[in-house]
């Protein structure tokens, strides 16, 4: 059974941190390029980070970039989500998904959330004084 699980998330200050950590089960990471996508209360939910595992290239949301470090460990098949930095409007459930199967599945392609076809249940991050 394919199974995207996410943990790590919390209630931070701003400026604070927290690592997210998106494990799968009944697959491998390594044919998939798995993005981590964020919906704030009343908003769409957005791409934010995505990692390839063919040469681990990676791509950010610019709201995002140089303050959310995306990483992958194949041997645990484990995909982490740096957040540094953190401000209130990163406030959100985040979410792991991987691509439907098939051409380019293991290239970052698209933050468009229909592009993926396996979801994760969402770990709520909370950034407040």
């Known amino acids: 059974q394919v199974q995207l699980v996410e943990s790590g998330g919390g209630l931070v200050q701003p400026g604070g941190s927290l690592r997210l950590s998106c494990a799968a089960s009944g697959f491998s990471l390594d044919f998939y390029a798995i993005t981590w996508f964020r919906q704030a209360p009343g908003k769409e939910r957005e791409g934010i980070s995505c990692i390839s595992p063919v040469d681990d290239s990676t791509d950010y949301l610019a709201a995002v970039k140089g303050r959310f470090t995306i990483s992958r460990d194949k041997a645990k098949n484990t995909v982490y989500l740096q957040m540094d930095s953190l401000k209130p409007e990163d406030t959100a459930v985040y979410y792991c998904?991987?691509?439907?199967?098939?051409?380019?599945?293991?290239?970052?392609?698209?933050?468009?959330?229909?592009?993926?076809?396996?979801w994760g249940q969402g770990t709520q991050v909370t950034v407040s004084s």
């Open positions: 998904a991987a691509p439907h199967a098939g051409y380019l599945s293991d290239r970052c392609v698209s933050f468009k959330p229909e592009s993926f076809g396996s």
